[in-house]
């Protein structure tokens, strides 16, 4: 069977892409850490306070739990006799996909979107708004889910957890940088290297931040496609989910429930669903920087691309 | 310390880290494998168990299907019995063809149509069959991630000294399903 290869093919070639992206995320905080230790005359020690920096928020974001998100957004844990088939669809693709049933959680909204959490698969949780289940058929709401399933089987809320780590650890340092600026000891001997390090440190404070946050857009827009294919290597029904997208889009009611911090997390970004079913019926598939989600129509296409290599 | 010297300790210590490595690579993946087998075995039984709750609640309002019923009960049961996989295969493809008769039957029944336990019973049916078809999905990716690491160089020099061999993939060829299939256009 064809699909297969295909489908591990480009499950593979995202997650080496979004590890290179980590990589250079990676890169971007040493170098940080590098040149501004440097301009202080002590590139080792910059490098350990930007690991000190990034090992202090991740010790804080990996504990904060996927619990905080689940009470803040209001969503209630279900068992199975609240909704057996919702219930029985989570089950199916927690075997499909060979993990620990994720908890699941139910919000009440008219908006129709879905979203998982969890460090890792056995401490997940997977959450579904009443919209969805409305206008979704069980085929469709299986798609949702296994993309969803796809999340906590990728490690993405880690993975993002991380991401964001990164981009905090290389904000709050260039923003230190400005603020220990004026204490900076420098020697008549060395003037000029002194010079470029400053001009190579100043760039590097305004650029890095930006440069962090334009990786770490990429890095989600890539996991979301990963998410994609993992739904339609679970469900083997990419057209499910190719389907199951342009319902939910059509449906723009914004999930006022979702603020910037958590957008990321849906399937859907929940900020843009107007924009969104604009963009899908222009069929554009170019994604703006600072987008989480690929365009729906790209999703979309490449949905159908599987469908059709299937054969 | 010359540099030979800490070669001649750096690549032994490599390869045996590296064997170490790899051994333990193979027996998750078996393992995995073994596991993967047992979840199929765990949905079979779940469906074995709801069908005798089926037939009662259909006797209740289709009295004049009594064969249907019984061929479900007898494939039921000799599904239940059935142990190397070739029976097991054969008697699942009696027991689906017997419950879509009787699926199919109780299409003329309005009041069994509605009676809310019929209707459960139909859910935990049919997602007990998407059970079992993903945990067999799953057996089979399982597999073939596990025949290819045995086979490919070089864990498949590990797997030749230690023993590991391929695993079988879990075919249920329904003829019906391959017709199905052909009349999609």
Redesign the interface.
């Given at each position: 069977m064809d699909t297969?290869t295909h489908l591990y093919d480009q499950i593979a070639g995202n997650k080496r892409k979004s590890a290179l992206l980590m990589i250079s995320a990676v890169l971007l905080l040493a170098a940080v850490g590098f040149i501004f230790g440097l301009y202080y005359k002590s590139p080792i020690s910059g490098m350990l306070t930007a690991s000190g920096f990034a090992a202090f928020y991740l010790l804080i974001t990996y504990y904060a739990g996927d619990k905080i998100v689940m009470l803040s957004m209001g969503a209630r844990e279900i068992s199975k006799p609240d909704n057996?088939?919702l219930f029985?669809?989570v089950?199916?693709?927690s075997?499909?996909?060979?993990i620990p049933m994720p908890k699941v959680y139910v919000i009440q909204s008219s908006a129709s979107n879905a979203f998982a959490t969890g460090m890792s698969p056995d401490k997940a949780s997977i959450c579904v708004t009443t919209g969805i289940l409305q206008i979704l058929n069980r085929e469709e709401l299986q798609a949702v889910v296994g993309h969803e399933m796809g999340h906590v089987k990728n490690f993405d809320s880690r993975f993002s957890v991380l991401m964001a780590v990164m981009v905090g650890a290389i904000a709050l340092m260039c923003d230190a940088f400005w603020r220990m600026n004026r204490r900076s000891r420098s020697s008549d001997k060395d003037g000029q290297a002194q010079a470029i390090i400053l001009v190579i440190a100043i760039v590097l404070a305004i650029l890095a931040p930006l440069a962090a946050r334009l990786i770490q857009f990429s890095v989600s827009r890539k996991r979301e496609l990963l998410a994609d294919e993992t739904s339609a290597e679970?469900t083997?029904n990419p057209e499910a989910l190719a389907r199951a997208l342009e319902k939910i889009v059509s449906d723009h009611d914004p999930l006022d429930l979702a603020n910037r911090g958590t957008q990321h997390l849906f399937i859907t970004n929940p900020l843009k669903s107007g924009k969104d079913l604009q963009q899908l019926q222009a069929g554009e598939e170019k994604a703006g920087w600072f987008d989480t989600h690929p365009p729906i129509a790209l999703r979309v296409r490449l949905l159908r691309k599987m469908a059709h290599t299937a054969g | 310390m010359a540099i030979a010297t800490i070669v001649l300790i750096a690549v032994p210590v490599v390869v045996v880290l590296w064997v170490i490595g790899s051994y333990n690579g193979l027996i998750k993946w078996k393992n995995?494998v073994k596991n993967?087998w047992a979840?199929i075995d765990v949905?079979l039984k779940r469906r074995y168990d709801l069908i005798p709750n089926l037939v009662e609640t259909v006797k209740g309002y289709a009295k004049h299907e009594k064969e249907t019923l019984e061929n479900v009960t007898k494939a039921r049961n000799m599904a239940a019995q059935a142990t190397s996989p070739k029976d097991v295969a054969a008697a699942e493809n009696v027991l689906s063809g017997a419950l879509k008769s009787l699926f199919a039957v109780s299409e003329a029944y309005p009041d069994l149509k509605a009676n809310q336990n019929f209707l459960?019973l139909q859910?935990?049916l049919s997602?007990t069959e998407?059970?079992i078809s993903?945990?067999r999905?799953?057996y089979n990716?399982?597999v073939?991630r596990f025949n290819t690491m045995i086979q490919s160089f070089p864990k498949n020099i590990m797997a030749g000294m230690f023993g590991f061999q391929a695993a079988q993939m879990f075919e249920i060829e329904a003829p019906e399903e391959r017709k199905a299939v052909k009349v999609q256009f």
């Open positions: 297969p057996p088939q029985n669809v089950e199916e693709m075997i499909a996909a060979g679970l083997r | 995995q993967a979840q949905q459960a859910e935990e997602s998407n059970k993903f945990a999905q799953f990716d399982t073939a």
